[in-house]
């Protein structure tokens, strides 16, 4: 709603003079947000603005050999479907915990936002079936702390 009331301003002063429209937007029309990595890694977002697109373009030209002569590199945003590195349970040695169902693959640590749950990296999605081919292996708990109870002793 507020938006749209911005917006019907806009259009009736769109005669006026840049100055006018500078006093009715505490936040100028045309902006354009850096997601920079600083020279020690640390990431960083910063917004300039402008009362108009060329003098924003202005602006970035400036601002981007500034970055360049302080040695900021672009942070390159990881994109849907791009591929993340995978995180595996370890075991009490500190290598990736095998798969105790199929032996060949190793459980993952799975972050979903209805939590964290493993599962194996033999598992494959498959979009036709909507399932995961492959190793059956899930578990909603830490394999390190079921692993006592589900261990069958040797003399079994
Ligand atoms: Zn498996």
Redo the contacts with the bound molecule.
Sequence with gaps: MTLLKNQKRYTNNMTDTNKHLDNDFPEAPASVTYSIVSRDGYPALFTIRDSTVLGLIQKMSIMEDKLKALLYTPQVKQSFGAKKEVEYVKDASGNPMP?P??K??KIKVIHSPKGTFYG?D??KFNPTTKSYDG?K?FSTVDPNKVKDEVEIPEDF
């Design positions: 798969c169902t199929c060949v693959g194996c033999q598992s190793c292996y």
